[in-house]
């Protein structure tokens, strides 16, 4: 059974850390991207970070970009996302997803591309 278990959110103050973790389970690990995508309340899903866990090739959002990290440790086949200087925007729901690695490429934001996602963990930035 494949599974995908995000754990770490929380409220935290803005400004503030959190680290992510997303859990695989039931499939190749290394023949999947992992990415991150989120959710705020009335909006869509957006792609955050994605790590291709063959090569190590990442993507990260502009609106991420030098403040949140993704890592992989694929002896655990566990993904990561470093969330530092948090603000209030980055509040929302923040799903793990696994693609196929044969389609990394630009689609890696595309939420449509992947096969199986996680329950997703909430994450509440407090201003």
């Known amino acids: 059974e494949v599974q995908l278990v995000e754990s770490g959110g929380g409220l935290v103050q803005a400004g503030g850390s959190l680290r992510l973790s997303c859990a695989a389970s039931?499939?190749?690990?290394?023949?999947?991207?992992i990415g991150w995508f989120r959710q705020a309340p009335g909006g869509g899903r957006e792609g955050v970070s994605c790590i291709n866990t063959s090569h190590g090739n990442t993507y990260t959002a502009d609106s991420v970009k030098g403040r949140f990290t993704i890592s992989s440790d694929n002896a655990k086949n566990t993904v990561y996302l470093q969330m530092n200087s948090l603000k209030p925007e980055d509040t929302a729901v923040y799903y793990c997803?696994?693609?196929?690695?044969?389609?990394?490429?630009?689609?890696?934001?595309?939420?449509?591309?992947?096969?199986?996602w996680g329950q997703g963990t909430q994450v509440t930035v407090s201003s």
């Open positions: 039931g499939f190749t690990f290394d023949d999947y991207a």
């Open positions: 997803a696994a693609m196929r690695l044969t389609k990394w490429g630009p689609v890696v934001v595309d939420p449509g591309e992947y096969d199986y």
